[in-house]
């Protein structure tokens, strides 16, 4: 009697927590993405505004996307100077990512800006 209530809160812990990552993993995914694209963003106009070379700023931007395994989706400078980048990486999951309905929330894509000074 006791062993079956153990395996069943055993199971209905593991459940739990199963959920907890599966859902939790693009919302850490999305906080994580966010800082680096913050960062790939300041450190091309810190670079931008060393050289005035955008190819140099852009290799900056990849080298701190490559470092968190994300894709540099978009870089420009634009008239004024200011840097966008955005980047984006896809959240682990081991089920929800399939189906339809929650297939697009493991496609996380963040953008940042910054000016150089």
Do not use: C
């Not at 693009?26 to 505004?49: G, R, S, V």
């Not at 989706?73 to 200011?82: A, C, L, N, P, W």
Request: no cysteine.
């Amino acid at each position: 009697m006791i062993g079956g209530w153990l395996a069943k809160i055993a199971l209905g812990l593991a459940l739990v927590g199963f959920l907890i990552v599966e859902l939790g993993s693009p919302l850490f995914t999305k906080a994580t993405l966010d800082a680096t694209a913050h960062d790939a963003a300041n450190d091309a106009a810190h670079e931008y505004f060393q050289n005035h070379d955008a190819d140099r700023a852009r290799a900056v931007a990849q080298q701190d996307a490559d470092g968190d395994h994300a894709k540099l989706d978009d870089f420009r400078i634009d008239d004024q100077g200011t840097v966008h980048v955005t980047l984006s990486k896809q959240a682990r999951s081991y089920l929800l990512h399939n189906f339809g309905p929650t297939k697009d929330w493991y496609d996380v894509r963040t953008s940042a800006t910054a000016v150089p000074k």
